[in-house]
């Protein structure tokens, strides 16, 4: 293994002798263990070494990156000379920067070193658990891993990061089989740093191995309606990165395509609402230490208590518009438990449908969207009836968030998120059997 100290001294001189009058690169080198299980059979465990070089370069307003995957000094000079080229060749912009000088510091984080017997008997015990508790689930292909990065970050200015740390992952895709009934496939993972609990009752893992089971039960539905959808936490997160990526991000925010432009302090959501960016929260692993312009990580919120409190912007951004920088740059998302427990909200719904998964376009500018519900269920009185089949919902990312109808009391997190179920009305649902418009 490479001294990595000595690697982003060699990178800083071939910088400079380049040329470049402000830079930054970061340095990284990544172990990975892994086991391999295809149809219920260990079939793979292997270790794999990964480094990784990044280059930022700037000279008269211009910018130049690269990155490679090589430390030896040939190819270090050789990459700063390329960095340089890029950046003679672009376009001189006042807006290009990096962060001040920041306080230097070092970071531990996570499970930095595996215990591999105990994580092999997790695996396992993950394996035999899934074959007794749900039968009829097919694993197609389980991926676990260990993965231990190692990382130092230096810029010009004078800052100097290091990281230590390490996580576990588990990727699980999956069908249910009943005779010549079949599900579609299912996906589900966790991140971790203990390996103290079984790997099946973390993040949704159960549940959706249990919702895979009971997708081979379908309903039809009928006609089109509007009607009250839940939100799982994996489905949630992805609407909340697509209403954030539309209407806070670098892009919607530069192409004034965000129908938020002008709504800083303003409502844009429930008042029952808080969206926030937390990497350092406890619940998410290995959450960003800092930013890729050189920022210490702060947590913050987009949205509290339903008004919009920043943009989601990096530093050329900001300081390209004038508006504030985000305080970290991650999407480590946190909206804390509501006051009602998860039967009652789903007891309290007349018609609509739990969304496991949503599959569609990318959501309009202005947030209109419509896609096909997947590992999604029917809700009638108060029950779940059965899974759905060809069933669409449509509707608008802004405005959904106007038409909270309640939070769970329940949060889950699978490591990267920590997110109730919320129920949101005022969704078209339209059934196989909807009439189509004419034209």
């Not at 699978?414 to 919320?422: D, I």
Request: glycine content about 8%; hydrophobic content about 35%.
């Amino acid at each position: 293994m490479e001294d990595l100290k000595l690697v982003a001294s060699r990178v800083g001189d071939a910088l400079a002798k380049a040329g470049a009058q402000k830079a930054q690169y970061s340095v990284t080198q990544k172990e990975t263990h892994e086991f391999n299980v295809d149809g219920g059979e260990f079939s793979l465990f292997r270790t794999l070494f990964d480094n990784s070089l990044n280059m930022t370069a700037f000279h008269d307003g211009k910018k130049g990156t690269i990155a490679i995957n090589k430390f030896d000094a040939a190819a270090v000079a050789e990459a700063a000379e390329n960095c340089m080229k890029s950046a003679e060749a672009g376009l001189a912009d006042p807006a290009y920067d990096i962060a001040p000088k920041q306080e230097n510091a070092v970071f531990r984080d996570g499970a930095y070193e595996p215990d591999i017997d105990k994580f092999f008997d997790r695996t396992r015990e993950l394996m035999s658990q899934i074959k007794e508790r749900h039968p009829k689930v097919l694993m197609e292909q389980m991926v676990v891993q260990h993965i231990k990065y190692h990382s130092l970050y230096r810029n010009t200015n004078g800052t100097e990061f290091e990281t230590f740390e390490g996580l576990y992952y588990i990727s699980l895709m999956f069908s249910a089989h009943e005779g010549d009934s079949t599900t579609s496939f299912f996906s589900s993972g966790i991140q971790t740093t203990s390996l103290d609990r079984p790997f099946i009752e973390l993040g949704c893992l159960e549940k959706d191995l249990s919702d895979a089971e009971a997708s081979l039960t379908t309903v039809p539905v009928e006609g089109k309606f509007e009607g009250t959808v839940i939100l799982t936490p994996n489905s949630l997160r992805d609407f909340l990165y697509s209403a954030l990526g539309n209407f806070t991000s670098n892009n919607a925010i530069l192409e004034k395509t965000s129908i938020w432009l002008d709504k800083l302090g303003e409502q844009v959501a429930d008042p029952r609402i808080t969206i926030s960016v937390k990497p350092s929260d406890a619940r998410i692993v290995c959450g960003e230490r800092y930013t890729g312009d050189g920022f210490l990580s702060e947590d913050y919120d987009v949205i509290k208590d339903g008004v919009l409190q920043s943009f989601m912007l990096n530093l050329y951004t900001a300081n390209k518009t004038g508006r504030e920088r985000a305080k970290n740059s991650s999407y480590s998302l946190v909206i804390e438990g509501g006051d009602t427990p998860y039967e009652k909200l789903v007891g309290g719904i007349k018609k609509g449908i739990l969304v496991g998964r949503f599959s569609g376009g990318q959501p309009s500018n202005n947030g209109d969207f419509s896609g096909v519900a997947k590992n999604s269920f029917l809700i009638e009185d108060g029950k779940i009836s059965g899974a759905v089949n060809e069933t669409m919902i449509s509707g608008n990312l802004a405005d959904l968030l106007h038409h909270l109808t309640a939070i769970s009391a329940e949060t889950v997190t699978e490591g990267s998120c920590v997110l109730p179920y919320m129920a949101f009305d005022g969704i078209v649902i339209s059934g196989k059997q909807a009439e189509q418009p004419e034209g």
